[in-house]
């Protein structure tokens, strides 16, 4: 499987011709629905959702969220399918297990929103806006780095708990060249602890799994 970082927090992730799209938002530049055959959604904030951009999507295309996501996508022509913790289903080529069913707290004045993580292939787990305990082993963890929502700590911490084999930035696009600095610190820091490939994956780059 190959994973190509897109800005911010989203991933294209490729195999056998294939091409699953992860939270194509609205920091994450151009191309996002390029070659897609199926979209999965974590919640709706825009950083990770772009609505403009899927009402230009084929029909052909499937989209995998939420109930709070697909209520902003009534004039969307793709096919829209609802999941929730624990679901499990196929698209694209790829098997996806959902995990997880609410947001991290962000703002004391904001309610607290869904969010649904996605365990691909059994490999990559990429959780959203949250920093929900898996339940399984994960090889691939697309790590969130930097949020409202977000201390370096609890990320630190949240890398330890889960042990991943390999774990790649995510929720990143916020941060300047210094702040990136900061992430590719705490990054090289815990892999070496770890014995771990952790690391940010620049933007338009890839790595083979």
Avoid at 46 to 58: C, E, I, K, P, W
Avoid at 133 to 148: E, F, I, K, Q, S
Wanted: hydrophobic share 40%; net charge negative; with cysteine.
């Amino acid at each position: 499987m190959k994973l190509i970082k897109f800005g911010h927090a989203c991933w294209h992730l490729e195999k056998d011709g294939s091409t699953l799209v992860i939270d194509p938002g609205s920091f994450s530049g151009p191309g996002l629905l390029d070659n897609a055959k199926a979209v999965l959604i974590t919640h709706e904030h825009f950083d990770h959702l772009d609505v403009t951009a899927l009402r230009g999507a084929s029909p052909d295309l499937e989209i995998w969220t939420c109930q709070a996501v697909a209520d902003q996508l009534t004039d969307v022509p793709a096919k829209i399918h609802v999941v929730r913790d624990g679901d499990s289903f196929e698209t694209a080529g790829f098997t996806v297990k959902t995990i997880g069913e609410w947001h991290a707290p962000n703002h004391p004045d904001l309610p607290i929103v869904q969010n649904v993580g996605f365990f691909v292939d059994e490999e990559v787990f990429y959780p959203g806006d949250a920093l929900t305990p898996p339940g399984v082993d994960v090889p691939t963890l697309l790590v969130p780095t930097n949020a409202p929502w977000l201390k370096a700590y609890e990320m630190i911490e949240y890398l330890r708990s889960i042990r991943p084999a390999r774990a790649y930035s995510t929720h990143d696009g916020l941060v300047n060249e210094y702040g990136q600095l900061l992430i590719d610190t705490w990054l090289t820091k815990e892999a070496e602890k770890q014995k771990a490939d952790m690391r940010r994956i620049p933007v338009g780059d890839s790595v083979e799994i």
